[in-house]
């Protein structure tokens, strides 16, 4: 079976997330394995959200991904989102690029190793919430330490020439503000607006987003080249403050009573993403001083992290690219958030790198090259090789 077929085979395997059940296509993965004479165990929580491991007694290498993909309505795409359909060069559906194609690849790459004699010192992960934030996933797995740290690839959808060392951290915050009611025609005079209350800790965070942080040289370059990429990437300009500042989103309003009625209650869902110079704890803080009466929820937490240009895992990454592509990579630090965030924090050197189309994740129409899948295995290989020789 080759790696589209593999990858297919994946997507029309449900596993949205919400709810997370994944054990299906755990239980796929694990009789794929069965198949060249590895031994993978299917672990859960609580018995739905399934992960898939193998063990190895001296591991050199971990090969990373998740099984869960974000929901998808059936209106709008050209193919419905779990058929796995081929067209145009591409596999369409959800989880396609996010990431059931870097998985194939990761499997069709170890079978070619295991075919070709080698005995590779290697273990791998499938977790089950990536999506909804690893508490079922690759923070259970690490908690019980199933886990041991080694050089670790995850297939997360990248840029082709562009192997992903680092990235933003993450905050979620909730806040509940409690206002004083009153009748609408007396308001600001009499009364206290607890829609206001939250309309005055988003303009705080629109002038938070202003601020700049201090790094080091080698950050600042590796920011700006990152930048770069994402530019090129999305077709915009004037994206370099994306990665250089406090981005944030209130993903969730909800407030008041009735037009005409002071609000009482308002509640405000932060989704934040913390730069390079500073700490999520820091703006954590500052969202708390600036909100002293509401009650504070944080459901989410990690700092900035990455791995070295010279740690040994990046630089095999991109010479494996260099050989498949013929052109130098470009490592880059990433906006968003992924399971390196917790793997590093427990001194794993992660690094990111696997197929799809980055502009369609979580998004109508998602879809993965199938010359991309092809390649990505070739690297995949190719890491695997060097670290069975190694």
């Known amino acids: 079976?080759?790696?589209?077929?593999?990858?297919?085979?994946?997507?029309?395997?449900?596993?949205?997330?919400?709810?997370?059940?994944?054990?299906?296509?755990?239980?796929?993965?694990?009789?794929?394995?069965?198949?060249?004479?590895?031994?993978?165990?299917?672990?859960?929580r609580d018995g739905r959200r399934c992960n898939l491991i193998t063990r190895h007694p001296r591991p050199h290498l971990l090969l990373c991904g998740h099984l869960d993909v974000v929901p998808a309505l059936a209106d709008g795409w050209r193919h419905p989102?779990?058929?796995?359909?081929?067209?145009?060069?591409?596999?369409?559906?959800?989880?396609?690029?996010?990431?059931?194609?870097g998985c194939a690849a990761l499997l069709t790459a170890l079978r070619r190793a295991v075919d070709a004699g080698m005995e590779p010192p290697v273990e791998v992960v499938f977790v089950c919430d990536e999506e909804t934030g690893g508490c079922y996933g690759i923070e259970y797995l690490l908690a019980k330490k199933m886990l041991r740290p080694c050089d670790t690839l995850i297939a997360e959808p990248t840029p082709p020439l562009s192997p992903c060392i680092g990235q933003k951290g993450l905050a979620r915050v909730s806040l509940s503000f409690s206002g004083e009611p009153g009748h609408s025609s007396l308001y600001p005079a009499i009364g206290k607006s607890a829609?206001?209350?939250?309309?005055?800790?988003?303009?705080?965070?629109?002038?938070?987003?202003?601020?700049?942080?201090?790094?080091?040289?080698?950050?600042?370059?590796?920011?700006?080249?990152?930048?770069?990429?994402?530019?090129?990437?999305?077709?915009?300009?004037?994206?370099?403050?994306?990665?250089?500042?406090?981005?944030?989103?209130?993903?969730?309003?909800?407030?008041?009573?009735?037009?005409?009625?002071?609000?009482?209650?308002?509640?405000?869902?932060?989704?934040?993403?913390?730069?390079?110079?500073?700490?999520?704890?820091?703006?954590?803080?500052?969202?708390?001083?600036?909100?002293?009466?509401?009650?504070?929820?944080?459901?989410?937490?990690?700092?900035?992290?990455?791995?070295?240009?010279?740690?040994?895992?990046?630089?095999?990454?991109?010479?494996?690219?260099?050989?498949?592509?013929?052109?130098?990579?470009?490592?880059?630090?990433?906006?968003?958030a992924s399971d390196a965030r917790h793997l590093r924090m427990a001194g794993f050197p992660a690094v990111e790198y696997g197929p799809g189309e980055v502009t369609t994740i979580h998004g109508v129409n998602e879809r993965v090259r199938i010359d991309s899948l092809i390649c990505a295995e070739e690297i995949f290989y190719g890491i695997i090789s060097e670290y069975s020789r190694s």
């Open 1 to 44: 079976m080759g790696v589209a077929d593999l990858c297919t085979d994946l997507v029309r395997l449900r596993s949205e997330n919400p709810p997370g059940e994944t054990q299906e296509v755990a239980e796929y993965i694990h009789a794929y394995l069965a198949e060249i004479g590895i031994e993978s165990s299917v672990v859960s």
């Open 81 to 101: 989102p779990f058929s796995g359909a081929e067209e145009d060069g591409c596999i369409w559906g959800r989880g396609s690029s996010d990431m059931k194609g």
């Open 195 to 336: 829609v206001m209350e939250a309309h005055e800790v988003v303009e705080y965070l629109k002038m938070l987003h202003g601020r700049e942080y201090p790094v080091s040289t080698e950050m600042e370059t590796i920011i700006s080249r990152s930048s770069k990429v994402l530019e090129n990437l999305f077709g915009l300009q004037g994206l370099d403050h994306v990665l250089s500042r406090v981005m944030f989103n209130p993903g969730v309003v909800r407030g008041g009573e009735k037009a005409n009625i002071v609000a009482e209650h308002c509640d405000l869902d932060l989704d934040l993403r913390i730069p390079w110079g500073c700490t999520a704890s820091e703006i954590v803080s500052e969202i708390a001083d600036q909100a002293p009466s509401a009650a504070m929820q944080v459901t989410a937490v990690s700092d900035p992290s990455c791995t070295s240009p010279t740690a040994r895992v990046t630089e095999r990454v991109c010479a494996e690219i260099r050989r498949v592509y013929g052109e130098d990579p470009v490592p880059i630090f990433q906006w968003a």
